[in-house]
Every structure is written in structure tokens, then in C-alpha cells.
DNA sequence: ACCATGCTATACAGATCTGTGAAGTCGGGG
DNA sequence: CCCCGACTTCACAGATCTGTATAGCATGGT
């Protein structure tokens, strides 16, 4: 397509915040974000390789050789989830002067479709602690987590009791999060904006988003 | 063993917060045991029937007898699973006067193991919406939410803007119970409790437990 | 010209999945 | 005595699971 690509297979498991494009081969490309909509639809232990490499019009064959088994499959799958997060918060934030936290629970809002909820959760949930998957879930939050912490410096740097109010509002977030796959609405998620905006200093009880 | 036992089998999916206990049979008893567990430990998708009923020392043929399919059994168990949350809660409760809300964020603490974190929230994870077992999973966590609104009605008749302060509550204890999970400590679910003492009318910032 | 790479096609191994069918054992209650 | 209910044993159906083996085609860089 673009002639002379060297392509580079999806091996690494990149817990970072802002980890890395990776190039992919077409087939490679489509299989990824097919797996990953499977996945996130109907869970991951009840999608099997055919159906993925059916729907993205490739053999097993190639889903093999490019990925190397389905555990590996499912981490690069939530690899790019973290990384497309990522990208999508930090777009946020650039275009973005005073409290910036708040743009961690809009980075949700602005999601048309709820569907089940939080992916990293649902991967973390279903999989057990040594599957490769289950670490990005975890390094993922972690991130989300310190994030929070640091943005909360950067707008308030002599506050006090800053670290716990970080901690205030990443639990307000993830709770939230945790329960908009049960819910399939977003009130939840903008009551907990509204209280976190609540407890900034500069802040009203409410006003919703900008 | 008691003689003249009429056995009823688990069919009912009850949301409610105080389920009638219900009798098995002893094979259905140890079934629902096993399987409870083994959902737990390694996700509902990933445990076959053969696995439960080896592991319960019965034969599939019983299994089938009792709970009619696996995802009956999987309703059965979060059933039994929700019915034991609110014994414990309100046991708990009972033996206390005042501010019960806390007692939530305590019932998750005095839990030995955490191991997986939720099981409600896993299991809604893990499942399609159209699975019994996912609306009792979102009925289990509705009542909580009722509850937490209710007992701060009870301490605190008075209060101003208390539903707000319900829903907050609830979105801390949330969050600290979907990161249990991921964390495989108790750390966050403690600063969770702190943080809720400190938004209660008679509350300072600390204290923990009773 | 040669060869590596990306991908296809097909077939298969071997295990595991949910669920059923048929026949039989055992104990207690009417 | 007879029957019901709980449970066993064993076999099987039919699908689906992850992963591999073998063979071949097309393209583009050197």
C-alpha cells in the first residue's frame, strides 16, 4: 500500500501512559480491532481465534502469526485500548487552561456509546492475575490514578491535603466507571463530576462540563 | 439426614435484599459451594460443568437434575452469593448504633481473602446484560445504593442535601470495591472509609474502625 | 534471478464444551 | 409392598476450543 513498510509485529506490553505507535500489517490491523470489539462485546474467554479471524476476513494462519497466541492477542488488544485512552485524554487536556482534572470524568462523558462499561475492568475481571492482560488493567489504572495526582499539582500547587483529595477523586471516578456497565446510563458519571467539582477549592457544587 | 426433608431446587432469581434461605439437597448444597468458588477463582466462562460436578464429587447427570443449565447454576450462585452479603451486613448493623453507614465500607474490610474483588461486579463483567445473572448483579448493587441512602436517613433525619451525599458515599465505597480487585490490598477501601467518615456531619477525618 | 514476507487455503490434532439418554441403586414414607 | 426422589454410571451427540502442519500465491527489495 504505502511501499517498503517494514512491519513490526505486537509483542510489547506497554503499561506506560504514552507507549508507542505501533505499525501493524493490514491484516494484523484489522484482526486487532476486531478482536478488540469482540472482546469488549461479549468477553473475552467467550470469543474463540475463529470467530476473530472470520470477521476480520483472515485465515487462523495469519492471526497466528502475527500475534502468537490468543493470550498475546488479548494484551495487544488492551494495549491499544491504554493507548488510544491516552491519546484521547491528552487532546483533552491540551486544549484545556483551568481545572484539568474534571477532564478525566468528561473523557468518559463524551463516549456516545456506554456499552459494557470500563474494558480494562471487564479484562481484569475475567482474567487471572498472571494473565499478561490483567497487568495492563492494572498499570492502566495505576496511570489513570498518578495522572490524576499530577494534574491536581499543576492546578493547585500550594494546596493542602492534596494527595488525599487526589485519591478522593480518583475513587469518585472509578466508582463511576465501575458502575456505568451496570447502569448503560451517564447520570452516575455526571453526579460524580458534579461532586468532584465540588470539592476544588475554586469550586461550586455544580456546573456541568464546558 | 433430618428425615422427611422436601427439597425444593434453586429457580427463583431474587434481587431483593433479604431472600428466603432455601433448601437443597445435599448434592446441590456441595454444587453450589464448588461452583461458587470456582466461578469466582477463575471467572465464570472459563469453569466448565465437568470441572464443578468432579470437584463436587457428582456426577453431571445431578447437576443437570438440580439447576437444569450452567447459566441457571451461575444465577444460583450469585443469588447465594447476594443473599450472604446482606446477612452479614445486617448483622453487622445490628450490633451497632451509631453512623451505619461506615458499616458497608467495614463489611468489605473484615474479609479475609480479597482474591478477586467483586464477584457481582466480575460477574457483569464477564456476562452479556441478557444473562440472569447480570441483572442480579446490577439488582444486588441498586440495593446497596438504597441502603447506604437509607441508613444515612436513619442517623441523620435532618440532613441537608443528603441524597447527594448518599450517592457520594456510594461512589467512594464503588470505587474502592472495583480497585480492590486490581489492587490485592485493602489500603484504598480504608482510605475509602476515611474519606467517607470525613464527609458525615459528626465526622473528623480519621478513625479507623471499631 | 532470488528470496523474504504477507497472506491464503485446507485439513487436522486433541481437548473441552454444554447437554441428554438409558438404566440402575438405595432409602424412606405411604 | 410399592413407589418416589436423590443420585450414580456410562455413553454419546454435536459443537467449539486453541494451535499446527503442509502447500502455495503474490509482491517487492536486493
Given at each position: 500500500?504505502?511501499?517498503t513498510?517494514?512491519?513490526?509485529s505486537v509483542k510489547?506490553t506497554?503499561?506506560?501512559?504514552?507507549?508507542d505507535?505501533?505499525?501493524l500489517t493490514?491484516?494484523?490491523?484489522r484482526?486487532?480491532?476486531?478482536?478488540?470489539?469482540?472482546f469488549?462485546?461479549?468477553?473475552?474467554?467467550a470469543v474463540?481465534?475463529?470467530?476473530i479471524a472470520a470477521e476480520?476476513?483472515v485465515?487462523?494462519?495469519t492471526?497466528y502469526d502475527?500475534?502468537?497466541?490468543?493470550d498475546a492477542?488479548?494484551a495487544?488488544?488492551l494495549?491499544?485500548?491504554n493507548?488510544?485512552w491516552?491519546?484521547r485524554?491528552?487532546a483533552?487536556?491540551a486544549?484545556?487552561?483551568?481545572?484539568?482534572?474534571?477532564?478525566?470524568?468528561?473523557?468518559?462523558?463524551d463516549?456516545r456509546d456506554?456499552g459494557?462499561g470500563c474494558?480494562?475492568l471487564?479484562a481484569?475481571?475475567?482474567?487471572p492475575?498472571?494473565?499478561?492482560?490483567?497487568?495492563?488493567?492494572?498499570?492502566?489504572?495505576?496511570?489513570?490514578?498518578?495522572?490524576?495526582?499530577?494534574?491536581?499539582?499543576l492546578?493547585h500547587?500550594?494546596?493542602?491535603g492534596r494527595?488525599?483529595?487526589?485519591?478522593?477523586?480518583f475513587l469518585?471516578?472509578e466508582?463511576?466507571?465501575s458502575?456505568?456497565?451496570?447502569d448503560?446510563?451517564d447520570?452516575?458519571?455526571?453526579t460524580?463530576?458534579?461532586?468532584?467539582?465540588?470539592l476544588?477549592?475554586?469550586?461550586?457544587?455544580a456546573?456541568?462540563?464546558?
Amino acid at each position: 500500500m504505502v511501499g517498503t513498510v517494514t512491519y513490526r509485529s505486537v509483542k510489547s506490553t506497554d503499561t506506560g501512559r504514552t507507549p508507542d505507535e505501533i505499525v501493524l500489517t493490514p491484516a494484523a490491523r484489522r484482526i486487532l480491532d476486531v478482536a478488540s470489539a469482540l472482546f469488549y462485546a461479549h468477553g473475552i474467554t467467550a470469543v474463540g481465534v475463529d470467530t476473530i479471524a472470520a470477521e476480520s476476513g483472515v485465515t487462523k494462519r495469519t492471526l497466528y502469526d502475527r500475534f502468537g497466541s490468543k493470550d498475546a492477542l488479548v494484551a495487544s488488544c488492551l494495549a491499544e485500548r491504554n493507548r488510544l485512552w491516552w491519546a484521547r485524554l491528552e487532546a483533552r487536556l491540551a486544549e484545556l487552561d483551568g481545572e484539568r482534572v474534571l477532564a478525566t470524568f468528561d473523557c468518559y462523558l463524551d463516549t456516545r456509546d456506554i456499552g459494557r462499561g470500563c474494558a480494562f475492568l471487564n479484562a481484569a475481571a475475567e482474567l487471572p492475575r498472571e494473565h499478561p492482560a490483567h497487568a495492563l488493567a492494572r498499570g492502566h489504572k495505576r496511570a489513570v490514578r498518578e495522572r490524576i495526582g499530577e494534574l491536581l499539582a499543576l492546578d493547585h500547587p500550594d494546596l493542602e491535603g492534596r494527595d488525599d483529595l487526589a485519591e478522593h477523586l480518583f475513587l469518585l471516578l472509578e466508582g463511576a466507571v465501575s458502575q456505568r456497565g451496570l447502569d448503560d446510563d451517564d447520570r452516575r458519571m455526571r453526579t460524580a463530576r458534579d461532586l468532584a467539582a465540588s470539592l476544588l477549592p475554586s469550586g461550586r457544587p455544580a456546573s456541568t462540563q464546558g
